[in-house]
């Protein structure tokens, strides 16, 4: 089963994020992994939320 997400705007939050994450861990030295599972969570609470909103 394949899942189509058409959320207006997916791209860019997906942008959002990657660029959070790059600065948090390149910048400011955070530890990589509670960086990913906070930016995956992030991630599909927007895409949740987007999909509740319709």
Known sequence: MR????VPGIKSRLAAVVVTSVVLVAYVGAPVMPVMIGSALAYVWLIWRSLAQR
């Open 3 to 6: 899942l189509r997400l058409d």
